[in-house]
Every structure is written in structure tokens, then in C-alpha cells.
Nanobody, 125 residues
């Protein structure tokens, strides 16, 4: 099993930046592809970004490309999401997720695996 704990959410003005972190614990964490999803009020949960277990491959939703950057530190069992140029439409609860040895494309369109409790990100206009 893998446990995931997000941190770093908050309130920011449009155009600002936030950095989310996800701390993972459990066995073989470095073998898990990890990423972020988000869910805005009244909307379905959607894929945001993913980094392969090896750390060499990343993928992003079109809506965040060029603004968000995902990274992982396998020595510290953490994955981070740097969010720049935030807009009100980025307001959502952001969830960290982990899935064992999964290619990034499958990770983006699946929903099983392990999930964190979520972190609120609010962007004011």
C-alpha cells in the first residue's frame, strides 16, 4: 500500500503561483507513476499532470501546459506540482494519485490506485 499526503494549497490572486507537494509513504514508492488530478465545484474530476515512475517522462493536460510543471524526487518520495500564471478556472481541489508501474497515457485516463485527501487551490480574479 501507498499513503499520499498533499500540502501547499491555498488562496492566490490570478497570475500568481503556488506549489503543491505530495509526500508518499509505503513500499516500492519509486515504482509508482504519480500525478495530479483536480475537481472543481460541480465538475467531474480531471487529469492535470503525471510523471512516470522513472521520472523521465511527463504529460500534461492541454489546459495547464506551459504553466504547470510536475517533478518528483525518488530519494524523498515526493512529487511536486509548480503552478504558475494561475487563473480562476484553476480553482479546484487537487488530488495526488499513485499507480504501480503505469505508463503516463494510461494513468491519465484511469482512476484506480492510491489517492491523497486533496488540497484546495483557490484563485481569485
Amino acid at each position: 500500500q501507498v499513503q499520499l499526503v498533499e500540502s501547499g494549497g491555498g488562496l492566490v490572486q490570478a497570475g500568481g503561483s503556488l506549489r503543491l507537494s505530495c509526500a508518499a509513504s509505503g513500499q516500492f514508492v519509486s515504482s509508482y507513476t504519480m500525478g495530479w488530478f483536480r475537481q472543481a465545484p460541480g465538475k467531474e474530476r480531471e487529469f492535470v499532470a503525471v510523471v512516470r515512475w522513472s521520472g523521465g517522462v511527463t504529460n500534461y493536460a492541454d489546459s495547464v501546459k506551459g504553466r504547470f510543471t510536475i517533478s518528483r524526487d525518488n530519494a524523498k518520495n515526493t512529487v511536486s506540482l509548480q503552478m504558475n500564471s494561475l487563473q480562476p478556472e484553476d480553482t479546484a481541489v487537487y488530488y495526488c494519485r499513485a499507480r504501480y508501474l503505469t505508463e503516463t497515457a494510461l494513468f491519465a485516463r484511469s482512476s484506480d490506485g492510491y489517492w491523497g485527501q486533496g488540497a484546495q487551490v483557490t484563485v481569485s480574479s
